[in-house]
């Protein structure tokens, strides 16, 4: 009570000096301001009287609620002990309910069981199955069948039991059936469109004479991004127009799995591009040399056939040939003697034979530096890879093979290169020497038919 009294004496005070304030702002003297203060004193007395008065009135009041509050306590609090009691009651229920419950559940409990792993697995199973596509309501009947079946209070009606076995039956059907529906196919530009699909079983799916591949996670059919070789797309065209019969077509063991990894799997300008600079280098080398290798053996070929000709008329040396204008020596050589006869034919056989052998020492150089090249392109690789393995560690062996794939691309591209630049190389420096032979041969002839004529005169 006395705290009360000082907090309104406080607050009386303190509206008493607002109001004096408020009031010497518009006092015209001090005697007037004096008075403000004297009246504003007397006001606020006679309100803290009154105020004190109404708190004393309904003191009495306060202690009638205080009384049934209490009141109400002890109420709530002897129900609280009753409601443990009947709680404890129902308890012991429960637990003898429960019991006779299992009891009478016998045999039950472990069929339940049997059921919800069965429906469990079949769930598993047909979200991963091409199947899933055509038949996407099951596996909704599936989850909430299992649930059902790991609580207590619920069970399994034998509609619901023979739709589980239905479709464990239906799900192996279909596995050995080619069928055709309709469905949405996210084709390889990443848009969605409703075709027509025929799936193979539980292996795959096609549409369009291209594969499709199945994605669990989305329940989707995708398009591959990289189709198989042509030689088993072309085939699908008849799978899918055929109503009945056997037919040859390209099926993946692994449910997709190895079509899937055709994406990964790069192609040969891709594999080609992994060679990088050297790579392309042998590359242009490579071309360099069958342009040589061809130019050479088409060049050599028409000098043969002029050759040939020039032997069968043998007396009219022709000038357009290296055979020709080796007669044509022979035949300016009359006069002289046996042994400048056979160096002027030498002379003009050496200097038929460069023109034979033209471009095959670079074409032997190339068939050399292919495989160089392709080693020094697999060296620098291999350090870049163990740069790799050095700042992210042996840890990933997809890292490691993928570096070490890409390194060996140039000595496969130098063997590749070099293999049948050697082939060539020997095609031509075979058609050369054929050659040079042949004037040798024409040459050591006349000089036997001139010492011949020399001794018989």
């Given amino acids: 009570m006395i705290s009360m009294i000082k907090k309104i004496g406080l607050a009386s005070g303190l509206i008493l000096?607002?109001?004096?304030?408020?009031?010497?702002?518009?006092a015209i003297s001090l005697d007037e301001l004096l008075q403000q203060v004297k009246t504003g004193r007397v006001n606020d007395a006679a309100e803290n009287q009154a105020r004190l008065d109404e708190f004393r009135a309904?003191?009495?009041?306060?202690?009638?609620?205080?009384?049934?509050?209490?009141?109400?306590?002890?109420?709530?609090?002897?129900?609280?002990a009753?409601?443990?009691?009947?709680?404890e009651v129902n308890d012991v229920k429960i637990i003898d309910m429960e019991r006779a419950f299992q009891e009478r559940l016998g045999g039950l409990k472990e069929l339940f069981g049997v059921l919800q792993q069965a429906s469990g697995d079949a769930r598993g199973n047909f979200e991963a199955s091409v199947t899933q596509v055509q038949f996407p309501d099951r596996t909704a009947f599936l989850l909430d069948f299992a649930k059902k079946m790991g609580q207590s209070n619920r069970l399994a009606s034998m509609e619901?039991?023979?739709?589980?076995?239905?479709?464990?039956?239906?799900?192996?059907?279909?596995?050995?059936?080619?069928?055709?529906?309709?469905?949405?196919?996210?084709?390889?530009?990443?848009?969605?469109?409703?075709?027509e699909v025929t799936r193979?079983?539980?292996?795959?799916v096609v549409s369009d004479g291209k594969y499709l591949e199945f994605v669990p996670e989305t329940g989707r059919l995708v398009e591959l991004q990289r189709q198989p070789p042509t030689r088993y797309t072309n085939r699908l065209g008849d799978l899918v127009?055929?109503?009945?019969?056997m037919f040859p077509v390209g099926l993946d063991p692994t449910r997709g799995q190895l079509l899937g990894l055709l994406v990964q799997s790069p192609s040969l300008t891709e594999r080609i591009a992994q060679g990088k600079t050297v790579g392309y280098v042998i590359i242009s080398l490579g071309i360099v040399g069958v342009l040589i290798a061809i130019w050479r053996v088409l060049a050599l070929y028409a000098v043969g056939a002029k050759v040939r000709k020039q032997i069968k008329n043998i007396n009219s040396p022709s000038t357009n040939n290296p055979l020709g204008r080796?007669?044509?020596?022979?035949?300016?050589?009359?006069?002289?003697?046996?042994?400048?006869?056979?160096?002027?034919?030498?002379?003009?056989?050496?200097?038929?034979?460069?023109?034979?052998?033209?471009?095959l020492p670079l074409l032997k150089i190339i068939s050399v530096v292919a495989p160089l090249l392709g080693l020094l392109g697999t060296v620098t690789g291999m350090i870049v890879t163990f740069q790799a393995i050095t700042l992210y560690g042996a840890g990933d062996p997809k890292l490691m093979a993928g570096g070490i794939s890409t390194a060996l691309v140039t000595t496969v591209l130098g063997l590749c290169v070099a293999i049948p630049t050697v082939f060539l190389h020997t095609l031509v420096s075979s058609r050369a020497r054929r050659l040079t032979q042949i004037l040798q041969e024409e040459a050591a002839g006349m000089l036997a038919e001139r010492a011949e004529s020399e001794a018989t005169s």
């Fill in 160 to 195: 619901e039991i023979e739709r589980l076995w239905f479709e464990l039956q239906r799900e192996m059907t279909e596995t050995g059936k080619v069928s055709t529906f309709t469905t949405n196919v996210v084709n390889s530009s990443g848009e969605e469109n409703q075709q």
């Fill in 82 to 87: 009753q409601m443990e009691k009947q709680f």
């Fill in 17 to 26: 000096a607002v109001t004096m304030s408020a009031q010497a702002a518009t």
């Fill in 326 to 359: 080796v007669l044509k020596v022979a035949q300016d050589s009359t006069t002289t003697d046996i042994e400048t006869m056979e160096l002027k034919l030498g002379e003009a056989i050496l200097r038929e034979t460069p023109k034979f052998n033209s471009m």
């Fill in 200 to 204: 193979v079983g539980a292996f795959n």
């Fill in 241 to 245: 127009n055929a109503n009945s019969g």
């Fill in 58 to 80: 309904r003191r009495a009041e306060q202690g009638k609620l205080l009384a049934a509050e209490k009141a109400e306590q002890r109420r709530q609090e002897e129900l609280s």
